[in-house]
């Protein structure tokens, strides 16, 4: 898959960030302690190739941009992702999981960002000694289904010998990518 070249309009002030994608017609505004990326890292559960997070075998997107909150390590991680997709059998399909996966819970039809209704969901998934805690937008909007996915990921620090010390707790991290979010919005 071909990465788009990666936008030139980022903006900072000593606690905001800006982002703007002309290429997907999108803005965020980002805390200060977030890095961003134009690549998903691959780990336990998330193949860093794929543009949402469980996106079936068949599904063709684009990985667009990862924020990472600043100290994040495989201990606990928080990543802001988003992903595009215009193919159509993504646009189709845009809220149905993978198979293997449970439906989705805590299914809310309007949640908004910005100007746009998404619907969000939450996925949670846990094995050898790993924990992934998602938090997921979805839209369609102007032709392209938009995947915007809060990621908690991590390992239990006991598997080590001596046990490591998380970076930060899990409820941190998430609360840090939900005020993230919140500050998305369509450019067109």
């Known amino acids: 898959m071909r990465r788009p070249p990666f936008p030139a309009a980022l903006h900072s002030s000593a606690d905001q960030q800006h982002f703007t994608s002309e290429t997907f017609?999108?803005?965020?505004?980002?805390?200060?302690?977030?890095?961003?990326?134009?690549?998903?890292?691959d780990n336990y559960f998330i193949n860093g190739s794929s543009w949402k997070v469980f996106a079936g075998q068949n599904e063709?997107?684009?990985?667009v941009l990862a924020l990472v909150l600043k100290g994040s390590?495989?201990?606990?991680?928080?990543?802001?992702?988003?992903?595009?997709?215009r193919d159509p059998q993504s646009i189709r399909t845009w809220l149905q999981p993978p198979p293997g996966y449970l439906p989705p819970t805590q299914?809310?039809?309007?949640?908004?960002?910005?100007?746009?209704?998404?619907?969000?969901?939450?996925?949670n998934d846990a094995g050898m000694s790993h924990r992934l805690?998602?938090?997921?937008y979805r839209t369609?909007?102007?032709?392209?289904?938009?995947?915007?996915?809060?990621l908690v990921t991590g390992?239990?620090?006991?598997?080590?010998?001596?046990?490591?010390?998380?970076?930060f707790s899990d409820a941190?991290?998430?609360?840090?990518?939900?005020?993230?979010?919140?500050?998305?919005?369509?450019?067109r």
């Open 172 to 187: 941190y991290a998430l609360k840090r990518l939900q005020q993230a979010v919140q500050d998305f919005s369509f450019t």
């Open 73 to 85: 390590n495989d201990i606990t991680r928080g990543e802001l992702h988003i992903g595009i997709s």
């Open 133 to 136: 805690d998602a938090h997921s």
């Open 60 to 63: 063709q997107g684009s990985p």
């Open 25 to 41: 017609g999108f803005t965020i505004d980002y805390p200060a302690d977030f890095k961003i990326k134009q690549h998903f890292d």
């Open 107 to 123: 299914l809310s039809v309007h949640t908004k960002l910005g100007d746009a209704d998404f619907t969000t969901f939450e996925l």
């Open 155 to 167: 390992t239990s620090p006991d598997v080590y010998d001596p046990p490591r010390t998380p970076p």
């Open 140 to 150: 369609v909007h102007a032709g392209a289904c938009y995947a915007i996915d809060l």
